[in-house]
């Protein structure tokens, strides 16, 4: 038990997916030089810091990038999208002004909602992924740059059992484009019974990695972060966030050739991030499906570090609120 004052001791609340305080304290001393010093513990990884609003170009710029190679050198391109980002439209402009044929571009959602009874959110739900996706990206292309529609794919009831085999048969993903959330999931690997947490039960890592594609529930944490965001009213309303959703597993992560990884969340234009103390966890702390999103620690990466989430974690005792 911990937190600084050393007169006052408490246990994180129960719900807090990883309780080690000593861990905990640590990574929240993490500062901005610390994150470069990942590049020498991790020889996988390539973490960087970068601008608040250059996330976006070094996103969209490695996306057309593979793209447009992959026309060029008539290659498959295997890529896990997030959703909804409607970066995907700029990238679409590029294709569309160099004239980029995409007929070899294979993409797999990364997740999509589902609500109480595991049934995934039908194409036309507004706040759907596969329903962003076709918005901002696949129909902004010119129809005859466009990939065949059965070439891009996201998880539903029928496929989604066979939706880890369906990325192995592709070839495994090329790249994975990712992000940590305030759980410390990635895609909605959240720390949850159906990823093997249960309370004090957690399944070995080398099992938990080998999981893949499923419907499951979703941590408080998650439906909180969601709430957040626009596409849900960014008013706080948990209620309108659904329960559960369908996502990649571990599995599609760790056999991804490459991962770009991106910590850059927070609250509108104020330097106010749930990611600030996350992003240290996932890249300080151990390898645990209690933060999901560590297992970045074991792929091939890179890691863009912007500079809201590299700051200090600093205590304001002025502000309070």
């Not at 129809?143 to 065949?148: F, I, K």
């Not at 484009?177 to 399944?203: K, L, M, Q, R």
């Not at 329960?243 to 991804?256: E, F, Q, Y």
């Not at 912007?306 to 200090?312: E, G, K, L, N, S």
Request: hydrophobic residues 40%.
């Amino acid at each position: 038990m911990s937190n600084y004052f050393h007169e006052f001791k408490f246990e994180p609340a129960s719900w807090v997916p990883y309780r080690d305080v000593e861990v905990l304290d640590m990574c929240r001393k993490k500062k901005r030089e610390d994150y470069l010093e990942l590049n020498n513990k991790f020889p996988n990884l390539n973490v960087q810091i970068i601008a608040d609003d250059f996330v976006w170009w070094v996103w969209a710029i490695d996306m057309f990038k593979r793209i447009k190679e992959s026309d060029e050198q008539d290659k498959k391109l295997v890529m896990i999208l997030p959703n909804p980002t409607p970066i995907y439209a700029n990238v679409a402009y590029m294709i569309n002004k160099f004239n980029i044929n995409c007929r070899n571009l294979y993409t797999f959602n990364m997740d999509e909602w589902a609500n109480q009874d595991a049934n995934v959110a039908p194409i036309d739900y507004p706040q759907g992924f596969m329903y962003a996706f076709n918005r901002f990206f696949y129909s902004q292309i010119k129809s005859e740059l466009r990939p065949p529609k059965e070439q891009c794919i996201g998880p539903n009831n029928k496929n989604i059992k066979d939706y880890s085999k369906m990325i192995e048969d592709a070839g495994e993903a090329d790249i994975v484009y990712s992000a940590c959330g305030w759980s410390g999931h990635t895609a909605f690997i959240d720390p949850v019974p159906e990823f093997g947490v249960n309370g004090n039960d957690v399944i070995d890592v080398d099992e938990w990695i080998k999981m893949g594609a499923r419907i499951a529930h979703l941590h408080p944490l998650t439906i909180a972060q969601n709430c957040l965001h626009a596409s849900f009213g960014k008013s706080g309303d948990v209620a309108f966030v659904p329960p559960m959703a369908a996502t990649i597993g571990p599995r599609d992560i760790v056999n991804a050739k490459r991962v770009l990884e991106m910590h850059f969340f927070k609250t509108g234009p104020t330097d106010i991030s749930w990611e600030r103390f996350i992003s240290r966890l996932v890249l300080f702390g151990p390898v645990t499906p209690l933060v999901p999103d560590s297992l970045i620690q074991l792929t091939n990466a890179d890691v863009y570090i912007c500079d809201v989430i590299a700051q200090a974690i600093e205590i304001d005792m002025q502000n309070q609120y």
